[in-house]
């Protein structure tokens, strides 16, 4: 929630990082942001500073990470600009305040502006499922919408972010689709696995290769040996191995004896069986 005193709201912000634009009392400019996928609040602030290029400069973290700069206008005007950072799971949210021409009390305004965000509870739907919503004028936090978020953000390289969104749609009411509900399943053990939570990503992957058909369940089948061997579970492993080739899988011999999950199988005694038997097919 976020309700300054005398709080204006201007137009709909046209970055989709931004939630929020408008004045506060005191003429301050206020500006609401989110950081997906950010662990380090002063990675965000450094990143702030390089694109303001503001003077003095004073950060803190006390009550929550801060910073202050002052930015010249046209060699009369001094931009005063504070920035504040809360953390929310894998997002950090951002207020920018700022008043265009320096007064006395401007930078109680600023700070008193900086504080009044209170942070609710985290739907678990991401920026993304809010673009998506938009798109096709639905709720942040319809299944197939929170379902094409985690697809979204697995392809963007964003591994938590999309586990967290996918483990939100399951949650979210049932999926329209039966495909649906084995791509989700298959893609939240996935988005687990490449989080390094490969214990995770086994009984998503393992409920994936029930609900999934043909060259879907194949390939939860291999993803589920990937996880369960990163995961020591070495019986599962080749199980589930076993299951995939004799069902047709095709992967190459390059990617089996390189795949980094798979290490602790291939140093196991029954990787020689498998090979001959299911890869060499002899």
């Given at each position: 929630?976020?309700?300054?005193?005398?709080?204006?709201?201007?137009?709909?912000?046209?970055?989709?990082?931004?939630?929020?634009?408008?004045?506060?009392?005191?003429d301050?400019?206020?500006?609401?942001?989110?950081?997906?996928?950010?662990?380090?609040?002063?990675?965000?602030?450094?990143?702030?500073?390089?694109?303001?290029?503001?003077?003095?400069?004073?950060?803190?973290?006390?009550?929550?990470?801060?910073?202050?700069?002052?930015?010249?206008?046209?060699?009369?005007?001094?931009?005063?600009?504070?920035?504040?950072?809360?953390?929310?799971?894998?997002?950090?949210?951002?207020?920018?305040?700022w008043?265009?021409?320096?007064?006395?009390?401007?930078?109680?305004?600023?700070?008193?502006?900086?504080?009044?965000?209170?942070?609710?509870?985290?739907?678990?739907?991401?920026?993304?499922?809010?673009q998506v919503?938009?798109?096709?004028?639905?709720?942040?936090?319809?299944?197939?919408?929170?379902?094409?978020?985690?697809?979204?953000?697995?392809?963007?390289?964003?591994?938590?972010?999309?586990?967290?969104?996918l483990?939100?749609?399951?949650?979210?009411?049932?999926?329209?689709?039966?495909?649906?509900?084995?791509?989700?399943?298959?893609?939240?053990?996935?988005?687990?696995?490449?989080?390094?939570?490969p214990?995770?990503?086994?009984?998503?992957?393992?409920?994936?290769?029930?609900?999934?058909?043909?060259?879907?369940?194949?390939?939860?089948?291999?993803?589920?040996?990937?996880a369960?061997?990163?995961?020591?579970?070495?019986?599962?492993?080749?199980?589930?191995?076993?299951?995939?080739?004799?069902?047709?899988?095709?992967?190459?011999?390059?990617r089996?004896?390189?795949?980094?999950?798979?290490?602790?199988?291939?140093?196991?005694?029954?990787?020689?069986?498998?090979?001959?038997?299911?890869?060499?097919?002899?």
């Amino acid at each position: 929630m976020y309700a300054p005193t005398g709080l204006r709201k201007l137009l709909t912000p046209g970055d989709p990082a931004a939630i929020f634009k408008g004045r506060a009392a005191g003429d301050v400019h206020v500006e609401l942001k989110v950081h997906e996928g950010i662990a380090d609040a002063k990675g965000i602030r450094k990143e702030i500073l390089s694109r303001a290029k503001g003077e003095g400069a004073r950060e803190g973290e006390e009550p929550r990470p801060w910073l202050f700069y002052t930015v010249k206008k046209y060699g009369a005007f001094q931009e005063v600009h504070g920035h504040a950072l809360y953390p929310r799971g894998p997002h950090w949210f951002e207020v920018h305040a700022w008043v265009t021409d320096r007064t006395p009390d401007c930078e109680k305004a600023i700070r008193a502006a900086l504080d009044a965000l209170k942070p609710g509870d985290d739907p678990g739907c991401g920026i993304r499922a809010r673009q998506v919503a938009a798109l096709h004028g639905r709720q942040p936090l319809d299944p197939e919408v929170l379902l094409e978020a985690g697809r979204l953000y697995l392809g963007e390289g964003k591994p938590v972010l999309a586990a967290g969104v996918l483990r939100r749609a399951r949650t979210a009411g049932k999926l329209k689709k039966k495909e649906d509900e084995a791509a989700l399943l298959l893609l939240g053990g996935l988005a687990m696995l490449e989080a390094k939570a490969p214990a995770d990503a086994v009984p998503w992957l393992k409920d994936a290769e029930k609900a999934a058909e043909g060259e879907e369940a194949r390939e939860a089948a291999y993803h589920l040996a990937r996880a369960a061997a990163a995961a020591g579970m070495l019986d599962d492993a080749f199980a589930a191995l076993d299951r995939a080739f004799a069902e047709g899988l095709a992967v190459p011999k390059a990617r089996l004896s390189k795949e980094k999950e798979l290490e602790s199988a291939r140093k196991d005694p029954r990787w020689e069986a498998f090979w001959r038997a299911r890869v060499e097919g002899k």
